[in-house]
């Protein structure tokens, strides 16, 4: 059996309205209990001055209270990189019909810093590790742009004996 070019796009364009109207059909409102939100975010570390790149998970627990895990890398910048996973919960204030809300945030998160180097005159390793629990504290603003498809920005404050920092990020996510 062979479809013609034009049998194919009709069949790719049913494909996707089938696919569009089911996704708007089951989308969750975005601040009810039980609604969830993954995806990647790319930001910048004050500490170091460097990039860093992660995955976000949030979990609704109310129309106003949200858990956030977060796992996210610093790159290595001035001989520094680090992993950062942090638990914060967000507490969202939605405005504009539901569609924007600005979020203080609080929580807990534990950064494993690397520090590199090389020994003088041997050429040898020294890198030390240090890992630090510490508490955040910040706040985001975000935006759907679709039922399920929305972009946020944060900044949050790290504070941590030896190695606090500011983070600011934005991402993506998927709203199911």
Known sequence: MKLSLFALRRLFIALILVLGATSA???????????????????FV???TSALGGLV???SLSRNVRLAPQAS?????KNLDGLVVDLDVQFPLP???????F?????????SWNKHGIAEGTNKDVSTHLNRFGGNAG??????????FKVFFEAKYAIIKTYPGAQI?????YVF
């Open 139 to 148: 706040a985001g603003i975000e935006m759907l742009c679709t039922p399920t």
């Open 46 to 48: 004050s500490r170091n």
């Open 73 to 77: 890398i610093i790159f290595r910048h």
């Open 103 to 111: 979020y203080p945030l609080v929580g807990i998160g534990f950064t």
């Open 57 to 59: 998970f949030e979990y």
């Open 169 to 173: 990020s934005a991402g993506i996510a």
């Open 95 to 101: 405005f504009a019909g539901d569609r924007c809300a």
């Open 25 to 43: 059909a089951f989308a969750h409102e975005p601040y009810t209990r039980g609604t969830k939100n993954f995806g990647p975010k790319v930001g």
